[in-house]
């Protein structure tokens, strides 16, 4: 099985830095991912982390320790657009079948960017 | 770009009705995935297909079914309709991932809101 654990909020003024953590337990690790969304609508990829270290992609960061099962996802220079849910994923392969790809996800983290 | 459809956005259906989601994807990808999102909880995998034909149950299965007849649909199924399944459905799809450190991420659905009177 696999658990994923992330903050469920966190609160930063516009122009600031974010760092949300997630940490995951799972068999078969193929990947993670970081996925934006906002309310009433779709989540949508932010970044993606199969080798340790630091995937830099504009404003947004992803953090990858594989040894230490932990992730996080950097936000600077936060903006207003930037209010949403933020969600990790961790893909794994089935050891029960011949799938690769399965995803799970955390519970997300709310950001609210404030003025 | 990558299009992933769901056939209803909003759907109101009465306890004890079969409810049929359905879901299509035209980028070719073997895997599709079914998840509903509540408060509080995220988004949960129900089932998971990875070729036609094939299936593997999610973390919360039960009350559910799926059909891949063909490559680009994947069908939700409620045998019988039961108020705590009132959620947002999310269907996605992927390329299999099979190849080392590729980088094929999901893509959802727009998702249907469903109420179960």
């Known amino acids: 099985g696999q658990n994923i654990d992330q903050p469920t909020e966190m609160t930063a003024t516009e122009g600031a830095i974010v760092q949300i953590n997630c940490t995951y337990q799972t068999s078969g690790f193929n990947g993670l991912f970081w996925y934006q969304q906002h309310a009433g609508e779709a989540p949508t990829f932010l970044s993606y982390n199969v080798l340790d270290g630091l995937e830099e992609k504009g404003r947004f960061s992803s953090f990858l320790s594989r040894s230490k099962g932990y992730s996080y996802l950097l936000l600077k220079e936060l903006q207003m657009k930037d209010s949403a849910s933020y969600l990790c994923a961790v893909r794994s392969i089935s050891l029960t079948t011949d799938s690769w790809g399965k995803f799970q996800f955390g519970a997300g983290t709310q950001v609210v960017v404030t003025p | 770009d990558v299009k992933v459809t769901q056939s209803s956005r909003y759907l109101v259906k009465r306890t004890g009705e079969k409810v049929f989601l359905e879901c299509v994807q035209d980028?070719?990808?073997?895997?599709m995935f079914w998840y509903r999102q509540d408060p509080g909880l995220g988004l949960r995998l129900i089932y998971f297909?990875?070729?036609?034909?094939?299936?593997e149950k999610g973390d919360i299965p039960e009350g559910y079914s799926v059909s891949r007849e063909k490559k680009e649909r994947f069908s939700l199924i409620l045998e019988s309709a039961s108020t705590n399944q009132t959620s947002m459905y999310l269907c996605?799809?992927?390329?299999?991932?099979?190849?080392?450190?590729?980088?094929?991420?999901?893509?959802f659905g727009p998702g249907t809101r469903l109420l179960v009177l």
């Open positions: 980028m070719d990808h073997e895997n």
């Open positions: 996605a799809s992927s390329f299999s991932g099979l190849a080392a450190g590729r980088k094929e991420t999901q893509y």
């Open positions: 297909s990875y070729d036609v034909k094939m299936k």
